[in-house]
């Protein structure tokens, strides 16, 4: 174990801990200890830790920015990794030769798979940049959100997708080897990207759409307004707990409230303010489930167990979780 622990620390200098509590990296601030957490700079460490973790046969996991994440009270074995630092967190112009200067920024930028999704909505509005708009409230990274195909419908009902701004990617396996991936290579579907699994994401090529950077700022403020007006962020969460079923989606409209979300579908369920322990269904809305302080990741877990047996039996939809749990299979769980 001496020599592991001296491996990782040769790895990544500074940069990693023992038994972190994955409470302080998550969005839900919910979630037992990672075995071991590491923090790369820039890619060669990240190299090196995974080189590092292949000949001691860690598992590996990848977290971003922690706001879609569920972890378990027995946390996560083996290695978990967290990109950050300036290696990670760019947003630079595609032509690196010269001086840019901000409006010489083009309509490609390279953002950095760190970098935080409020980094990059203020500083392509700044540059008179559109596209990322929709993002406003969500606290994730980049990383997380090609890896989720982050993406919201606006107040005029518009779906945004992050993966139809991605033209490339940048990835590097577990082994170490880095390709650059045109973006249908990601296999980007509703909360998905099939064909990334097994693939870290370390840097994206992102198209935006020039527009006067005031326009940009209102839509920015019209949408966090809208998210802030419908949603819960009363307390802690991962935003949405349930996809929305696709083969529902929309089948409904005879009033402005009856489409079959699986928000509207929880709330029909009667699940709004249903406790159990330090987890609430969001009395707002009820595909948000909140921490109220003390919740434990098993209350959570129960709490959708509970709403998705009442939703199949009132509405024969199976809903499936949108956040993330870790570890994925609970058998990887250390007793
Ligand atoms: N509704 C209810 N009761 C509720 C919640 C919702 O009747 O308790 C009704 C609403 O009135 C509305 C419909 O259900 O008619 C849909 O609700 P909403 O407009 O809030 O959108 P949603 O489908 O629940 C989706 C995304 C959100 C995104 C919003 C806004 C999913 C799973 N959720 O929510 O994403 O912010 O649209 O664009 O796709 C997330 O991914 O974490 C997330 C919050």
């Given at each position: 174990?001496?020599?592991?622990k001296?491996?990782?620390?040769?790895?990544?200098?500074?940069?990693?801990?023992?038994?972190?509590?994955m409470?302080?990296h998550?969005?839900?601030?919910i979630?037992?200890?990672?075995?071991?957490?590491?923090?790369?700079?820039?890619?060669?460490?990240?190299?090196?830790?995974?080189?590092?973790?292949?000949?001691?046969g860690?598992?590996?996991?990848?977290v971003?920015?922690?706001?879609?994440?569920?972890?378990?009270?027995?946390?996560?074995?083996?290695?978990?990794?967290?990109?950050?630092?300036?290696?990670?967190?760019?947003?630079?112009?595609?032509?690196?030769t010269?001086?840019v200067?901000?409006?010489?920024?083009?309509?490609?930028?390279?953002?950095?798979?760190?970098?935080p999704?409020?980094?990059?909505?203020?500083?392509?509005?700044?540059?008179?940049?559109?596209?990322?708009?929709?993002?406003?409230?969500?606290?994730?990274?980049?990383?997380?959100?090609v890896?989720?195909?982050?993406?919201?419908?606006?107040?005029?009902?518009?779906?945004?997708?992050?993966?139809?701004?991605?033209?490339?990617?940048?990835?590097?396996n577990?082994?170490?080897?880095?390709?650059?991936?045109?973006?249908?290579?990601?296999?980007?579907?509703?909360?998905?990207?099939?064909?990334?699994?097994?693939?870290?994401?370390?840097?994206?090529?992102?198209?935006?759409?020039?527009?006067?950077?005031?326009?940009?700022?209102?839509?920015?403020?019209?949408?966090?307004?809208?998210?802030?007006?419908?949603?819960?962020?009363?307390?802690?969460?991962?935003?949405?707990?349930?996809?929305?079923?696709?083969s529902?989606?929309?089948?409904?409209?005879?009033?402005?409230?009856?489409?079959?979300?699986?928000?509207?579908?929880?709330?029909?369920?009667?699940?709004?303010?249903?406790?159990i322990?330090?987890?609430?269904?969001?009395?707002?809305?009820?595909?948000?489930i909140?921490n109220?302080?003390?919740?434990r990741?098993?209350?959570?877990?129960?709490?959708?167990?509970e709403?998705?047996?009442?939703?199949?039996?009132?509405?024969?939809?199976?809903?499936e979780?949108?956040?993330?749990?870790l570890?994925?299979?609970?058998?990887?769980?250390?007793?």
């Amino acid at each position: 174990m001496e020599s592991l622990k001296d491996d990782l620390l040769a790895a990544a200098p500074g940069r990693v801990r023992f038994g972190e509590p994955m409470r302080l990296h998550t969005s839900f601030h919910i979630g037992g200890p990672a075995e071991i957490w590491a923090e790369p700079q820039e890619p060669e460490q990240l190299r090196a830790l995974l080189a590092v973790a292949a000949d001691a046969g860690l598992t590996v996991t990848m977290v971003g920015g922690g706001a879609n994440l569920l972890v378990r009270d027995e946390g996560i074995p083996g290695l978990v990794v967290h990109l950050s630092g300036t290696g990670f967190q760019y947003l630079t112009p595609v032509r690196r030769t010269g001086t840019v200067r901000r409006t010489d920024l083009g309509t490609d930028l390279i953002a950095g798979a760190a970098l935080p999704l409020e980094w990059l909505i203020r500083r392509a509005q700044g540059a008179g940049l559109s596209g990322v708009e929709f993002l406003a409230g969500v606290p994730g990274h980049v990383g997380g959100a090609v890896r989720m195909n982050a993406g919201t419908h606006d107040d005029e009902g518009k779906f945004h997708h992050f993966g139809d701004r991605v033209r490339e990617l940048k990835v590097m396996n577990l082994t170490g080897q880095v390709k650059t991936l045109p973006a249908e290579a990601a296999g980007f579907g509703y909360r998905s990207s099939t064909f990334l699994s097994g693939w870290i994401v370390l840097e994206a090529l992102l198209r935006f759409t020039p527009d006067d950077a005031g326009e940009i700022a209102a839509r920015v403020r019209r949408l966090w307004a809208f998210k802030k007006r419908t949603q819960d962020w009363s307390a802690p969460s991962v935003g949405c707990i349930f996809k929305n079923p696709t083969s529902v989606r929309r089948t409904e409209s005879t009033s402005g409230t009856s489409y079959r979300s699986a928000g509207w579908m929880v709330d029909q369920a009667g699940m709004k303010g249903f406790r159990i322990g330090g987890a609430i269904v969001s009395p707002r809305h009820a595909n948000f489930i909140l921490n109220d302080g003390n919740a434990r990741s098993a209350d959570v877990l129960a709490l959708v167990e509970e709403a998705r047996a009442r939703v199949l039996k009132q509405f024969g939809v199976e809903l499936e979780t949108e956040v993330q749990i870790l570890p994925a299979h609970p058998e990887l769980v250390k007793g």
